[in-house]
């Protein structure tokens, strides 16, 4: 007979790494469930930032977000259809995309 023991804490496994160096670009959410952060961040900006990217690892994780080199697909549930999103620099971290809504409305939510 097993039984699993429940830890008395919550660890986050999530590898972040400051490798980063685009103009513009505070954080990158990754398919593997790395984040990337500028280099030059740092303090409460790079706090955010990291909130805000594990948003879209979470998204990934349960199914809502996913992206190639072309394109960024997107959904409300896993039941509903993806919407797909043409990449470029004006779409690629655009607030108004719906993936970009929900980590924004759950940074305010944690905020």
């Not at 097993?2 to 830890?7: A, R």
């Not at 400051?18 to 469930?33: M, P, Q, S, W």
Request: net charge positive; charged share 35%; with cysteine.
């Amino acid at each position: 007979m097993s039984f699993k023991i429940k830890s008395p804490y919550n660890v986050d496994w999530t590898p972040i790494y400051r490798t980063l160096d685009e103009d513009g670009v505070l954080g990158l959410a990754n398919k593997n469930g790395t984040i990337r952060i500028h280099k030059d961040v740092r303090g409460d900006q790079m706090r955010e930032t990291i909130e805000h990217e594990k948003c879209h690892i979470e998204d990934i994780k349960k199914g809502l977000l996913w992206y190639d080199d072309d394109n960024m697909y997107t959904r409300e549930s896993t039941s509903k259809p993806w919407t797909t999103i043409k990449r470029s620099e004006k779409m690629d971290g655009n607030p108004n995309l719906p993936h970009e809504k929900r980590a924004n409305k759950k940074m305010k939510q944690n905020g």
